[in-house]
């Protein structure tokens, strides 16, 4: 199963043009709490580093090509951009990433 998403979003990266994060998208806040470096099959293959962050309403499962400089857990700042991931790092740098699992976080009692 680890494989076949990898492989979603190896294809994902080769038709989706990384780009800044749109004006109209706006930060949230959000809690990154897992993380793991899916490692190639093959020499020369990219790593990619598949992240969980939990926001307010819902949980996103997204792939990026770079490491984040942020532990796990910790407090994020993400934005959402239709199936793009904006994550800032500690530095305050923007990393995006493809989101390849979305779902609803269950209501607040």
């Known amino acids: 199963m680890g494989r076949i998403l990898v492989v ?17 998208c706006a930060w949230q806040e959000g809690e990154l709490i897992s993380v793991r470096a899916d490692e190639p099959e ?3 293959d990219p790593i990619v580093y598949i992240y969980t962050v939990k926001g307010r309403d819902f949980t996103y499962n997204a792939a990026l ?9 910790c ?7 239709q199936k793009t991931i904006f994550v800032q790092d500690r530095d305050g740098r ?4 493809l989101i390849f ?5 269950p209501p607040a009692r």
């Open 75 to 81: 407090h994020v700042r993400f934005a959402v951009d």
């Open 94 to 97: 923007e990393r995006s990433g």
């Open 42 to 44: 093959r020499s020369g």
């Open 65 to 73: 090509r770079t490491a984040l400089k942020l532990t796990v857990p």
């Open 8 to 24: 979603l979003a190896l294809l994902g990266f080769a038709t989706f043009p990384l780009h800044p994060k749109p004006k109209n």
């Open 101 to 105: 699992h979305q779902s609803a976080n």
